[in-house]
């Protein structure tokens, strides 16, 4: 686990999160940060404040891949090689 900083907290109990933090998530005035304890009593927080809308083109970069004429197509390949796989997991522990 790193340290990624500090903060007091306010006689209203407030905090304010370092700006190293915020700029690492891209958390912005706005975001909803929610925090949760662990299994192991550590707290973990996370950043809720994204809208749909700010996850437009996030994916523009990817291309279909030209070997797959439909998704579907792309979809039951993965799906049939996955089968296989277990296939062949399944008969060398059997071995």
Sequence with gaps: MSHLGGSTVTSKGQITLPASLRDRFDIRPGDLVEFFEGYDGAIKMRVRGKSAAALTGL????????????DDDAIAAEVAARDERSKCAASDDAA
């Design 59 to 70: 994916l523009a970069h990817l291309r279909p891949d030209p070997r797959y004429a439909t």
